[in-house]
């Protein structure tokens, strides 16, 4: 961590300020705290710095959680390299939000695996970035992000996040519908805004997904999120292999980059003609490994932005997924309180 992280940083127990122990092991190399621990002045709670990488664990966090976190970071660390198309995905995902939008914020980010979208929003002129995860990915993504001096990561509850309530924007895509509770993650998120800073969220639609719920999501959680995740590594292989021959065979993208209308998952399945196997297999991967995924309906996601918010907005993202943008306005809320 660099010590301007502790500008942002807070107690999970007691949201005081923290500060580094004597006993802080500087990078040799660059202006990174490796080692060491940082201390509450409010509740004297101490937390490690391990690996560069400060660990703002509350003391009552929940095991499935952890499970959670854990069986991801399998994932994140096996599949750690950052692509170029991650890009254009994440511009997608997170749409009407462009570049520009991230210049000269304070931004935050509720889960980060191993990086990707911290690495492309610090490049593209963040004020800073801080980027949590529950897992061990957060190293990984510490590891892709170090030399980026407006990035920090830190491993952290969403639900409890550890940093202060000072971002111009936040934002979370692919990791609500992972949470126990995915509209309290919601509020969580938004929490840690400003009033009149902005926050975005992807997350996992029931529309469009139905023969997941009906089919995939009673083997994920009877048989697959209990398997040793190297054992479902292999196992992935198959499906996935059929699933990236179907993508080859029928959704060539057209000249406008739209896929096959007339075909289930045209679009989404266009976008992912020129992915490698490797990736195809990482998303088969992801839908069974975890041992907690919603899949939402609009009327469950919808009320999330209906108060404390304006500006609102939520849109169905090629039709399986939804993504959501609004201002936080808690002027709004003391007036309706």
Not at 22 to 32: K, L, Q, T, Y
């Amino acid at each position: 961590m660099r010590p301007e992280a502790l500008n942002f940083i807070v107690c999970p127990n007691c949201a005081g300020d923290l500060y580094l122990g004597g006993e802080a092991s500087p990078s040799a190399g660059d202006a990174h705290i490796m080692s060491g621990t940082l201390a509450c002045r409010g509740c004297a709670s101490q937390f490690a710095i391990r690996n560069g990488v400060p660990i703002l664990l509350p003391a009552d966090l929940a095991s499935v959680k952890l499970e959670t976190a854990s069986r991801f970071a399998e994932e994140w660390t096996r599949w750690s390299d950052l692509r170029d198309y991650y890009e254009q995905e994440f511009f997608d995902w997170v749409a009407p939000l462009t570049a520009k939008d991230f210049e000269n914020q304070l931004v935050f980010e509720g889960g980060c695996g191993k990086g990707r979208h911290t690495a492309i929003v610090a490049s593209h002129g963040a004020k800073a970035i801080v980027s949590l995860d529950l897992g061990e990915s957060a190293f990984v993504a510490f590891a892709h992000t170090r030399q980026l001096g407006n990035a920090h990561v830190i491993i952290g509850d969403l639900l409890n996040p550890p940093v202060r309530p000072i971002f111009d924007l936040a934002f979370s895509v692919g990791v609500l519908h992972h949470l126990p509770d995915p509209a309290a993650g919601f509020r969580s998120l938004a929490s840690r805004v400003k009033d009149g800073g902005r926050v975005a969220f992807w997350v996992y639609g029931h529309e469009g997904n139905e023969w997941i719920t009906k089919f995939v999501d009673p083997v994920r959680k009877a048989v697959t999120s209990k398997v040793p995740a190297p054992f479902l590594r292999i196992a992935a292989v198959p499906p996935a292999f059929a699933l990236w021959a179907v993508i080859k065979l029928f959704y060539r993208p057209r000249a406008n980059g739209k896929g096959p209308a007339k075909l289930p998952y045209g679009d989404y399945f266009a976008a992912l003609y020129h992915y490698p196997f490797d990736e195809i297999h990482a998303n088969v991967f992801d839908q069974l490994v975890t041992p907690v995924a919603y899949y939402l309906r609009e009327d469950e996601v919808r009320p999330w932005l209906e108060s404390g918010f304006r500006d609102a907005a939520l849109r169905s993202h090629r039709g399986y997924s939804w993504t959501g943008l609004a201002t936080v306005s808690r002027t709004k809320v003391a007036v309706a309180d």
